[in-house]
C-alpha cells in the first residue's frame, strides 16, 4: 500500500534518522517512549521530581510546556538540576501561542515541538475565502514568523516536532482544505517545506486527534505523501485527549496501535488524565507486541483491489439476525470458562434480574449474545440469545433461545441447523487455515442464515484476519462477520490492550460487524472486563455508542484546575448520558480547537474559573470553579440533551 511496506507482515517504515540531543529516532533506532511534565515549568523542583518518576518508568523523552518567555528560561535550571542528578534523558520544549518562547528554548533543550495550528495563526473559527495570491501572502507571512526558529535550530543541533492537532487546525486551513485529515496534513507540510528550505531536516512529525479515526486516517495520508515524495521523516503517535481509566487506555490502543500494525511510527506518547509515570507501562506494553514477533505461517501477500486505508466504509454484508447489514456491531461476552452460568453472572454482561418485578432489566452495555459450554437452566432475558458449541446445542430444549457454534465441517455435514443464525468458526492463516479446501468459503457462504467468526492462531493475527477479510471481497462473499480475539495474557491490563489493537485496528478498516473476546486470565472478573473492552473499542471506533464519551486532555503546567479530580467529578454525574461528548480542558490551548469533537466543553480559563462551551461557541464566561460543574449539568439541561439516572 502506499502508506505502509506490508499490510500483512510488521515491516516498520524506514525514516530520516533524527537526533534528539544523544538519541535517535527514526531509521533503525527503537521505538522511543515519550510523556510529559503536569508540573508548573517555574517550579523546577516540582518539575525535576516528576522527570525522574517518569524517566524512572522508561520514559525516553521528557517534555515540558513552555507557555511564556520565563518557563522557557527557567528550562536551563530544569536540565541543569537533572544533568546533575545524572539523568542525561532528552528534554522537548512544548510551544503554542509563543514563539520567543520556542526561540530561547531552542538554545538550551534539544527538541521543541510547534503547533502549526497556533504558532502563527489565531484562530477565531472564521470562513475566509482566498484567491491564491492571498494564500500566498498568508504562507510567506507564516515563513517570516517561523524562520527564526528554524534558524536557531539548525545552529543549536537542536530537533523539531512540527505536531498538528485536528482541534486546532488555523482558519486559513480550514477555509482551503476543511476539517480533513488533508488539512491536518497541509498543515503540517506548510511548515515542513520552510524548514526544508532552509536545510533543516532534524524533525519529526505528527498528526493527533482525539477521534482514532480521524487520527489514523490523518498519518496514513502523510506516509503516502512522504513516500511518494522520498523524504520520510520520523512520526510521533497518539491519540490527543484520550481521558483516563480504561476508556483512555483503550481509545490510544485504538489509535497508536492500529498504525503500529501498518509498521508506522517511531515514537508513541500515550496520553492519559493520570500521572505521567502511569503512561509509561501502557506504551511499553503496545511496543512489545512487534519486537521479536514474526507471522507463523507467513501471511500470503495479495492484491488489495478495492481497499481505501485513507477513507473509512464499512463493508457492506446480508444481515443475520441484528448481524450485519445497517446493524451496529454485536458482543458476544464469553462464559467458555464457566463449568455452569447462573442468573447472577449475567450481570456481568449487562443483564440484571429483579426478584421482586421479576423481571430482567438491560444495561446500554448489555450483550447481544453470550457464549456458553452447555445450556443455562434459567429463564433468559427477552432479548439474549445463547451460542452453544453444536454438539450441546442439539441437547438444547428452548432452540429459539440457542444458536449452534459449527467448526466448517460440522456445518458442511449437519444434519440440522438453525434457523436463525448459525455462526461458523473460520481459522485465518495458521496453520489451521492451511488445511482448509480452497472452496470452503463460497461453500460455507451457500448456507442458509451463516455468519463467519474468524480468529487466528498466527502471532500475528490482526493481519492474518485482514488478508482473509480480502479474499471474501475478492469472491464477492457477503457474510456478516464476527471478529474473535482471544488474548495469550494472564493479566486483564495486557489483555486490554491486545484486543483494543487487534479488533479496533480490523474495525477501522471498515471490516467486522461484531467482536469476541476470550483469554485465559487469572482474574474472576476476567469476563466482565472483556465485556466492557468490547463495548470501549465500539464507541472508541464510533461504531457503537453507549456511554457518555470524555474527551479530557492528560494536564500539563499550562493547567488551571485539577484535571483528575475534575474529571472524575463530571464523570460521578454524567456517565449515564448515553452519545455526550464532554471536553474537559484545562487551559484554553486544549480548549475549543482541541476538543472540536465534543457536544459540551469545560475549559479552565484563569485561576478557579471555568468558560462552557456548548460545540465550539462560548456560552458562558469565567464561572467560579466551585459551581462549574452543577453549570454544565444546566447547560446540558438547557439543551435537551439531560436525563436523569434511572434507578435499580
Given at each position: 500500500m502506499p502508506h505502509s511496506n506490508s499490510l500483512f507482515e510488521y515491516s516498520r517504515l524506514l525514516t530520516r534518522e533524527v537526533m534528539v540531543g544523544e538519541l535517535g529516532l527514526g531509521a533503525v533506532h527503537p521505538i522511543r517512549i515519550q510523556s510529559m511534565t503536569t508540573t508548573t515549568t517555574l517550579d523546577t523542583r516540582a518539575t525535576v521530581a516528576q522527570s525522574i518518576r517518569m524517566i524512572e518508568a522508561g520514559c525516553e523523552l521528557v517534555r515540558i510546556t513552555t507557555p511564556t518567555l520565563n518557563d522557557a528560561k527557567n528550562l536551563e535550571n530544569i536540565k541543569r538540576e537533572l544533568r546533575a542528578s545524572g539523568y542525561r534523558t532528552p528534554l522537548v520544549a512544548d510551544i503554542h501561542f509563543t514563539p520567543n518562547a520556542a526561540e530561547h528554548a531552542a538554545r538550551i533543550v534539544e527538541k521543541v515541538r510547534v503547533n502549526p495550528g497556533n504558532y502563527a495563526d489565531k484562530k477565531k473559527f472564521e470562513n475566509i475565502e482566498y484567491t491564491d495570491q492571498a494564500y500566498q501572502d498568508e504562507l510567506d507571512r507564516i515563513r517570516e514568523r517561523f524562520l527564526p526558529l528554524v534558524k536557531i535550530c539548525r545552529q543549536y543541533g537542536t530537533a523539531m516536532r512540527i505536531g498538528t492537532n485536528h482541534g486546532s487546525l488555523s482558519d486559513r486551513i480550514l477555509s482551503r482544505y476543511g476539517d480533513t485529515p488533508l488539512g491536518m496534513v497541509e498543515s503540517a507540510l506548510e511548515f515542513l517545506r520552510i524548514c526544508e528550505d532552509e536545510k533543516y531536516f532534524n524533525i519529526v512529525l505528527s498528526m493527533k486527534a482525539s477521534n482514532p479515526q480521524v487520527m489514523v486516517q490523518a498519518y496514513r495520508l502523510l506516509a503516502e505523501k512522504m513516500k511518494a515524495e522520498n523524504r520520510i521523516y520520523p512520526l510521533h503517535l497518539g491519540v490527543t485527549e484520550?481521558?483516563?481509566?480504561?476508556?483512555?487506555?483503550?481509545?490510544?490502543?485504538?489509535?497508536?496501535?492500529?498504525?503500529?500494525?501498518?509498521?508506522?511510527?517511531?515514537t508513541i506518547r500515550v496520553s492519559l488524565t493520570e500521572e505521567p509515570e502511569a503512561e509509561m507501562p501502557v506504551a511499553k506494553a503496545l511496543i512489545e507486541r512487534y519486537y521479536r514477533r514474526k507471522a507463523d505461517p507467513a501471511i500470503p501477500p495479495c492484491s488489495a483491489a478495492g481497499y481505501d486505508p485513507l477513507n473509512y466504509e464499512r463493508r457492506t454484508s446480508v444481515p443475520v439476525m441484528n448481524v450485519g447489514g445497517r446493524h451496529v456491531p454485536v458482543v458476544v461476552t464469553d462464559f467458555g470458562s464457566f463449568t455452569e452460568v447462573h442468573a447472577d453472572d449475567l450481570t456481568m454482561a449487562g443483564y440484571g434480574y429483579d426478584p421482586v418485578l421479576d423481571k430482567w432489566h438491560s444495561a446500554e452495555q448489555a450483550a447481544d449474545f453470550i457464549f456458553c459450554k452447555k445450556q443455562i437452566e434459567f429463564e433468559l432475558p427477552g432479548s439474549l440469545r445463547v451460542?452453544?458449541?453444536?454438539?450441546?446445542?442439539?441437547?438444547?430444549?428452548?432452540?429459539?433461545?440457542?444458536?449452534?457454534?459449527?467448526?466448517a465441517v460440522e456445518l458442511l455435514s449437519a444434519e440440522q441447523i438453525s434457523p436463525i443464525m448459525n455462526p461458523v468458526v473460520l481459522p485465518c492463516y495458521d496453520h489451521e487455515f492451511a488445511a482448509l479446501p480452497a472452496d470452503i468459503f463460497n461453500k460455507l457462504a451457500a448456507v442458509p442464515r451463516v455468519v463467519f467468526v474468524l480468529r487466528s492462531s498466527n502471532p500475528h493475527a490482526m493481519p492474518a484476519i485482514r488478508r482473509l477479510m480480502f479474499d471474501l471481497e475478492e469472491k464477492a462473499i457477503r457474510v456478516p462477520v464476527i471478529f474473535h480475539s482471544h488474548s495469550p495474557y494472564p493479566d486483564e491490563a495486557h489483555s486490554l490492550l491486545h484486543f483494543s489493537v487487534e479488533c479496533g485496528a480490523l474495525l477501522l478498516d471498515g471490516w467486522g460487524d461484531g467482536i469476541w473476546h476470550s483469554g485465559s486470565l487469572l482474574s474472576g472478573t476476567a469476563t466482565e472486563a472483556m465485556h466492557r473492552c468490547a463495548f470501549g473499542i465500539l464507541q472508541a471506533t464510533r461504531l457503537r455508542i453507549s456511554k457518555t464519551e470524555y474527551i479530557s486532555c492528560p494536564s500539563c503546567g499550562r493547567t488551571l484546575f485539577d484535571l483528575q479530580e475534575t474529571t472524575a467529578m463530571i464523570r460521578s454525574r454524567t456517565d449515564h448520558l448515553k452519545g455526550i461528548k464532554i471536553g474537559i480542558m484545562g487551559c484554553i490551548v486544549n480548549g475549543p480547537g482541541e476538543m472540536a469533537d465534543a457536544d459540551y466543553g469545560y475549559v479552565g480559563t484563569g485561576p478557579g474559573r471555568i468558560t462552557l462551551y456548548k460545540g465550539k461557541t462560548v456560552v458562558r464566561r469565567n464561572i467560579d470553579a466551585g459551581n462549574a460543574v452543577d453549570e454544565l449539568i444546566a447547560l446540558i439541561k438547557e439543551n435537551g440533551d439531560w436525563k436523569e439516572r434511572e434507578e435499580r
Open positions: 484520550a481521558g483516563d481509566g480504561e476508556d483512555g487506555r483503550i481509545k490510544s490502543a485504538v489509535g497508536i496501535g492500529t498504525l503500529l500494525e501498518d509498521g508506522l511510527g517511531d451460542i452453544l458449541p453444536f454438539a450441546e446445542w442439539k441437547k438444547a430444549n428452548r432452540p429459539a433461545k440457542y444458536i449452534p457454534l459449527f467448526t
